[in-house]
């Protein structure tokens, strides 16, 4: 069976530090993978998706970029981190061919002070 | 473009009660339709789907959700909510991307 895993679990970094958050997907070839940011009220907002290694789309400009070394790997990075990057960061995964459901990783908390 | 709107925010019920959570999409093109769900502390796991055929859809916990072409609205049901129903609901659209509502907080009192 498929699984999916985030980590950290929760982070808290100072104004202007790096950041790189990490998503792995198990038991799946050539998944597509996502990153959302969830805010309270507001749902999910799709942030990139890689439809392949080193494939990466962004659905808006942003202080963070991803990237996709491997085929299972996806991360989320920022240089510099913004008071406004807080939030909650999620993974998903989904197949290539039928179906689009996605699969949704356990999420990582991301405190800015 | 596509959206999808969920017109409640919070909805606060006691055991037993009847439950319909309202979802409406706009998109001009064929839609597969989701419910999800997030219990606290939990990942955010599939409820239920519609993609084809019958527009009555069963899903787990005893959750249904109906897709009514010409309202544009996929409402979320379920007869008989427990309080371990206590869970934020999103309601998804995937019609060229995949849209997210902004999601109804469920508060099943006891």
């Known amino acids: 069976s498929q699984t999916i895993h985030q980590w950290p679990a929760t982070l808290v970094q100072p104004v202007g530090s790096p950041l790189s958050l990490e998503c792995t997907v198990e038991?799946?070839?050539?998944?597509?993978l996502y990153w959302y940011r969830q805010a309270a009220g507001r749902g999910l907002q799709l942030l990139f998706y890689s439809v392949g290694i080193g494939q990466i789309s962004s659905e808006v400009p942003q202080n963070l970029s991803a990237s996709r070394p491997q085929d299972r790997q996806f991360i989320l990075s920022s240089k510099k981190l913004l008071l406004s990057d807080s939030g909650f960061y999620l993974c998903?995964?989904?197949?290539?061919?039928?179906?689009?459901?996605?699969?949704f990783g356990p999420g990582t908390r991301l405190t800015v002070l | 473009a596509q959206s999808v709107s969920q017109h409640n925010h919070h909805v606060i019920l006691s055991e037993a009660a009847s439950l319909e959570l309202g979802c409406n999409y706009s998109?001009?093109?064929?839609?597969?339709l989701f419910w999800y769900v997030q219990y606290p502390g939990q990942h955010l796991q599939l409820l239920l789907k519609?993609?084809?055929?019958?527009?009555l859809v069963k899903g787990i916990k005893g959750f249904e959700a109906e897709f009514i072409k010409s309202k544009f609205s996929f409402n979320l049901r379920k007869p008989s909510v427990q309080w371990s129903d206590t869970a934020e609901y999103f309601c998804?659209?995937?019609?060229?991307?995949?849209?997210f509502g902004a999601g109804t907080r469920l508060t099943v009192k006891p």
């Open positions: 998903a995964w989904s197949g290539l061919a039928g179906r689009n459901e996605q699969f």
């Open positions: 998804a659209l995937k019609g060229g991307d995949m849209r």
């Open positions: 038991g799946t070839s050539n998944p597509n």
């Open positions: 519609y993609f084809s055929g019958d527009p």
């Open positions: 998109y001009g093109g064929t839609v597969n």
